[in-house]
């Protein structure tokens, strides 16, 4: 287990802040000890919402392996009309704030779209939060011409989305596409006609978990 890398400077920042409150506190006998459990426990919070565990992957050409830890929120045959302008099988993983919160690539092929929108912060777990909270759309092609989406989305607490992908790139397989801070949502839209191997309900592990794979 490390720490990711997205979470060097806010531990960093939170460490600073309460060897300060406690510093403050050095004076009020009854009040430090509860300072120093509390901060001791805040800080471990979040160095713990940053790890980055050391995880075998599942590789597989036309497999579509989970871009996050989480669990499955929704499935169901929607219109994705920011790239694909047509129908798709979304696949919605909800992440908690317990969660690892890296986003594994979850196919191998090349990037065709890549675009951040600026949005609202509503409850991730809202219909609504696909189109018009903070996210990130990813569109790639895989060999065989099929295209599938992934969009990171923010939700109430998450105020921060990492992509590392870029128009015209190679996605691989299992590698990290992003990061999300603070508890959020990944969407995965497959074409229609793809075998969906996950349940509504189900608990996913990033890049180990099959969510379906292309016909």
Known sequence: MTIHKEGFKIIGVTFVALILVNFF???CPSALPWSVGISTLLLLAVVNFFRSPVREGFLHGNAIIAPADGKVVVIEEVEENEFLKGKAVQVSIFMSIFDVHINWYPLSGAIRYFKH???RFMAAHLPKAS?????TTVAIEHENGSVIVVRQIAGAVARRIVCYAKDADKAVQGEQ???IKFGSRVDIYLPVGSRIDVKRGQKVRGRQTIIGWLE
């Open 25 to 27: 506190l050095r004076n």
């Open 117 to 119: 929108h600026s949005g």
């Open 131 to 135: 189109t018009e909270n903070e996210r």
């Open 177 to 179: 596409m992003g990061f």
